[in-house]
DNA sequence: GCCCTTGTTACGCC
DNA sequence: AGGCGTAACAAGGG
């Protein structure tokens, strides 16, 4: 599922982009802005391309497109798809599923296309989005400022780091795999955290989210999708005999050790 | 054919 | 006002 290193994965693909000039944009009928988006792009050049946590932004002269890809979208610059297989989603790359398409003008830079394939149909496009409410972005966390954050929150730790007004970019398996390799139990209240433990986990997001964006994204790291399912050992190469267990919280399914992870460390 | 999965929003309640 | 918990949403995959 696109969370931040994947919308930055996008991102990097779709700087191909900047300089051409959109001849034409198809929009999926259900879109809430599908005849705006569609009346407004033509004509315009891209000026840029930039991200807010899990939000991609295509700047153009006279607006702003933005991107958001759900559970399931996948970017396609050029039929180039920059991530193959999504977990959650498919590896097809069906017409139908095409839920905005832009082509742009051979006569006036580069021709070719920027799409959005999404079989879950999640997928949310939006002329000049308000990007206000989205807290600090996943590579620019501060232990200080996510320490004054928490602190005013009662709710388990995990529910508080999914909220995008808090991290912008983190989603269910970046919450769990940072809470696993920083030690720390995601059913916590997050304003129980000191601040030698906010710390640990902001360096652990400075160390590894960098390193699971050079290796493909969210799945890349010891809690992938397949571990998820089948549980098992704890795979943390500090922790002996451990066991992961699932729990809920928020409805959303997250995966830790029970041992390296134990409130009580 | 049922159930699981995701991020976000819409509720009701406190 | 705003935090908290839960349901709902789409639809492919197991």
């Given at each position: 599922m696109p969370e931040g290193l994947e919308v930055e994965i996008y991102r990097r693909a779709a700087e191909a982009v900047v300089g051409r000039t959109v001849a034409s944009a198809e929009v999926d009928e259900r879109q809430a802005q599908a005849s705006e988006i569609r009346s407004a792009l033509p004509g315009c050049s891209v000026v840029g391309v930039d991200r807010v946590g899990k939000l991609l932004l295509i700047d153009f002269d006279?607006?702003?497109?933005?991107?958001?890809?759900?559970?399931?979208?996948?970017?396609?610059?050029?039929?180039?798809?920059?991530?193959?297989?999504?977990?959650?989603?498919?590896?097809?790359?069906?017409?139908?599923?095409d839920r905005l398409v832009l082509t742009f003008d051979p006569s006036d830079g580069a021709a070719g296309t920027l799409r959005v394939n999404d079989p879950r149909r999640?997928?949310?496009?939006?002329?000049?989005?308000?990007?206000?409410?989205?807290?600090?972005?996943l590579f620019d966390l501060d232990p200080q400022r996510l320490y004054a954050l928490l602190g005013r929150r009662t709710a388990p730790l995990k529910t508080?780091?999914?909220?995008?007004?808090?991290?912008?970019?983190?989603?269910?398996?970046?919450?769990?795999?940072?809470?696993?390799?920083?030690?720390?139990?995601?059913?916590?209240?997050?304003?129980?955290?000191?601040?030698?433990?906010?710390?640990?986990?902001?360096?652990?997001?400075?160390?590894?989210?960098?390193?699971?964006?050079?290796?493909?994204?969210?799945?890349?790291?010891?809690?992938?999708?397949?571990?998820?399912?089948?549980l098992g050992p704890c795979p943390h190469p500090d922790c002996r005999g451990g066991q992961l267990q699932r729990q809920v919280f928020g409805g959303r399914t997250t995966v830790s050790c029970r041992k390296h992870q134990r409130f009580d460390r």
């Open positions: 006279r607006w702003q497109l933005g991107i958001h890809f759900g559970m399931a979208g996948r970017l396609i610059v050029d039929g180039f798809a920059p991530i193959e297989t999504l977990a959650y989603s498919s590896s097809q790359d069906r017409p139908d599923w999640w997928s949310r496009f939006t002329l000049n989005p308000e990007v206000d409410s989205l807290g600090t972005d508080v780091l999914l909220d995008q007004s808090v991290v912008a970019g983190l989603g269910n398996m970046l919450v769990d795999e940072l809470l696993f390799q920083a030690g720390i139990d995601p059913s916590r209240p997050a304003r129980s955290l000191s601040l030698d433990e906010v710390e640990r986990l902001v360096a652990t997001a400075r160390s590894h989210l960098p390193e699971m964006l050079a290796s493909g994204g969210s799945d890349a790291g010891l809690l992938h999708p397949g571990i998820r399912k089948s």
